[in-house]
């Protein structure tokens, strides 16, 4: 019943910015977890962003902080991410994912997550 797609990656310049959006179906994504993860080829998952049900309390890893906001439209039921100051270790396929409780940087606490779109960041 929980469904996220992804759109808005693409290739981008050093420096330049995107806007990751992430569409809920089949629930209220105000009253669930909606956090967004990285795969990098050769590297490890990681949880880059986090925004917590109803309150909207963020959290960003330390290798995105400053230049990332996660934001929520409760009217469209998207979540976004802005990304700015993009730098080319930032390329990878981002996903947005779902849970309930309280914000997480671990893959397996969520219980859902979308297809993913690929980020390239290049010269």
């Known amino acids: 019943q929980l469904q996220l797609v992804e759109s808005g990656g693409g290739l981008v310049q050093p420096g330049g910015s995107l806007r990751l959006s992430c569409a809920a179906s089949?629930?209220?994504?105000?009253?669930?977890?909606i956090g967004w993860f990285r795969q990098a080829p050769g590297k490890e998952r990681e949880g880059i962003s986090c925004i917590n049900r109803n309150s909207g309390s963020t959290n960003y890893a330390d290798s995105v902080k400053n230049r990332f906001t996660i934001s929520r439209d409760n009217a469209k039921n998207t979540v976004y991410l802005q990304m700015n100051s993009l730098k080319p270790e930032d390329t990878g396929v981002y996903y947005c994912?779902?849970?309930?409780?309280?914000?997480?940087?671990?893959?397996?606490?969520?219980?859902?997550w979308g297809q993913g779109t690929q980020v390239t960041v290049s010269s």
């Open positions: 089949g629930f209220t994504l105000t009253y669930y977890v």
């Open positions: 994912a779902v849970r309930w409780g309280s914000c997480s940087n671990r893959w397996s606490a969520f219980d859902s």
